[in-house]
């Protein structure tokens, strides 16, 4: 059964989501021939002061950049 987590930052709407969910899936029961209902997805909301890219959070390089 294969089991795919993504991680992205907060923000996304539901209908974003499920579309992803749908295409990821699609994508790996294509490729690893397996069947769709065997395809697990599972995302992982983040908050942007709880990712950083080069010794900031997300939250504080949005301020900035603003």
Do not use: C, Y
Not at 53 to 64: F, H, L, P, Y
């Amino acid at each position: 059964m294969p089991f795919i987590q993504i991680n992205i930052l907060k923000g996304r709407t539901p209908e974003k989501k499920e579309r992803l969910i749908r295409e990821v899936s699609d994508l790996v029961s294509d490729v690893l021939d397996a069947p769709i209902q065997s395809v697990r997805v599972m995302i992982n909301e983040i908050e942007p002061e709880h990712w950083g890219i080069a010794g900031e959070s997300v939250k504080k390089r949005n301020e900035v950049s603003k």
